[in-house]
Nanobody, 124 residues
Framework: QVQLVESGGGLVQAGGSLTLSCTAS????????MGWFRQAPGKEREFVAA????????YYADSVKGRFTISRDNYENAQYLQMNSLKPEDTAVYYC?????????????????WGQGTQVTVSS
């Protein structure tokens, strides 16, 4: 069973930046699509960004497009989410996600493994 461990969350003022990291255990990291989801209090978990197994293809929710950048390092078994121009509405618990297979995890139903989550709070 893979373990996904996030880090990098915290409190930041609106307009600021944070970088989230996710490290995966195991030797098959490069054979899975990866992604980030978030869940705000009282809301459903939603898609934020995803990246193909090779890193060549990336996808973003409209709400973060142009502000967030997803990347991965298959040698380090890690993926990252660079978040710029943060807004109060970005406040949520952010989850690292591994797809069930090579496919990009564009919805929670496509996720095979979740991290424990890291809190991001953006103050106005």
């Amino acid at each position: 069973q893979v373990q996904l461990v996030e880090s990098g969350g915290g409190l930041v003022q609106a307009g600021g930046s944070l970088t989230l990291s996710c490290t995966a255990s195991g030797r098959t990291f490069s054979t899975y699509g990866m992604g980030w989801f978030r869940q705000a209090p009282g809301k459903e978990r939603e898609f934020v960004a995803a990246i193909s197994w090779s890193g060549r293809d990336t996808y973003y929710a409209d709400s973060v497009k142009g502000r967030f950048t997803i990347s991965r390092d298959n040698y380090e078994n890690a993926q990252y989410l660079q978040m710029n121009s943060l807004k109060p509405e970005d406040t949520a618990v952010y989850y690292c996600a591994r797809s069930r297979n090579l496919a990009i995890p564009a919805s929670p139903s496509m996720v095979g493994s979740w991290g424990q989550g890291t809190q991001v709070t953006v103050s106005s």
